[in-house]
């Protein structure tokens, strides 16, 4: 198998962007990836999109958009693993380059979800859950967070305010993100006064619904150097996918991400790495309690002592471990099948060195894990920025 390089990088703003159609966000991230890498055609496209034919009426859209950036005649396919699909189509073009069946593919994502009705989007995202013993219970994917939240606040004995400091960290960043939705710094107070929309989750703890695309250029990583003008070369050192059950009440433990450990764990073991290994973390906020699982299941903190990471200061930017660098899906946005692909991105720009302001110091390794449903798909990539 060849190892695989990103060498181009593109991205829409995140927010409710009712002049542009799925194909116009596609095109955008697209091209600016194109243009990046410094090529003119590839050999596959592959886009993460969870959503196009429930809200927007429109499926065939990685065809739809080959056709209109200029490529036809390529392969193209949409991949679906709910909100774990920007992932899920990364690394699907990462098996074509490294089978060695393609040479250049585009990996994308894309969402549109702010041309419907609030209750047309949460139904189209329940969609993700179990139909039978969840949705027609009436359990959106809000309920479901909640039970969870409020569930590891009774067994470790933690407070709400506690969850505070990833929101916060979260807003901290996005403020030097041009491309973020939510631009603006919050503080733990603000987040204690929230509004309340499912009991103990409040508004600041939740990621809103919006638009949004982001492209990424993979190509053999010994080829790498052909492309990019002289950009740093990424590589992408491990890709490693894992499953829970769909339903919550299913799982074994519903407070332990098993998919969450199964796929960070076999990504180390790709990448001969540890959890000590990693330099940045871009992990799935799509709640504030999401990232306190995620960061435990990793290994990066014992059960019931996610929070302190946050408590700490440990996930600033100038932390033992940064996350959500450029905003995460609560600030920057979360456009389900194409947050994974933003991950991506933020990662290359920080082992590039682009992350400007929000630049972590000394960033070499750097791991995204994309989330579809309630942990039932859980997708990691850990990444490299050669010197």
Not at 150 to 178: D, L
Not at 278 to 287: K, V
Request: proline letters at 4%; one cysteine or more.
């Amino acid at each position: 198998m060849r190892e695989v390089a990103i060498v181009g990088i593109g991205q829409t703003p995140v927010g409710e962007l009712w002049d542009k159609s799925l194909r116009h966000l596609g095109h955008d991230a697209v091209v600016a990836a194109m243009q990046d890498a410094g090529i003119t055609t590839a050999n596959a496209l592959y886009v993460g999109n969870m959503l196009s034919g429930e809200l927007a009426g429109q499926e065939h859209l990685a065809t739809l958009i080959a056709d209109f950036v200029g490529l036809r005649g390529i392969e193209a396919a949409k991949i679906e693993a709910a909100c774990a699909s920007g992932a899920a189509a990364l690394r699907t073009g990462i098996m074509a380059v490294a089978s060695g069946m393609a040479d250049v593919v585009i990996a994308a994502g894309v969402e549109k979800m702010t041309d419907t009705l609030p209750d047309e989007t949460t139904a189209g995202l329940a969609l993700a859950a179990d139909q039978e013993y969840e949705v027609a219970e009436g359990a959106t994917f809000l309920a479901l967070n909640a039970m969870l939240m409020q569930r590891y606040m009774h067994e470790f004995g933690v407070e709400k305010k506690h969850f505070a400091p990833f929101p916060v960290n979260a807003h901290q960043n996005a403020v030097n993100n041009p491309n973020a939705m939510f631009p603006m710094a919050i503080s733990a107070g603000k987040y204690e006064r929230a509004t309340v929309v499912a009991p103990p989750i409040n508004i600041l703890d939740s990621s809103p619904i919006c638009d949004g695309a982001a492209a990424v250029v993979l190509v053999p990583a010994d080829r790498a150097a052909e492309f990019g003008a002289g950009k740093r070369v990424v590589r992408i050192v491990a890709s490693a996918s894992a499953t829970d059950t769909l339903a919550v009440h299913d799982r074994r433990d519903p407070l332990y991400l098993e998919a969450a450990y199964l796929s960070s764990h076999r990504a180390y073991a790709l990448a001969g790495f540890t959890p000590a290994d990693i330099d940045l973390f871009e992990l799935h906020d799509a709640f504030s309690i999401m990232s306190v699982l995620s960061l435990e299941a990793c290994g990066f903190a014992a059960r019931g002592q996610g929070v302190e990471l946050g408590q700490s200061g440990a996930i600033a930017i100038d932390g033992s471990l940064p996350i959500t660098t450029m905003g995460g899906l609560k600030a920057r946005g979360h456009p389900v099948g194409a947050t994974g692909i933003y991950q991506i991105v933020e990662l290359v720009q920080q082992l590039r060195g682009e992350a400007g302001a929000n630049q972590v110091a000394h960033a070499h390794v750097g791991m995204a894990q994309n989330i579809g449903g309630s942990g039932a798909t859980i997708v990691t990539h850990i990444l490299v920025g050669d010197d």
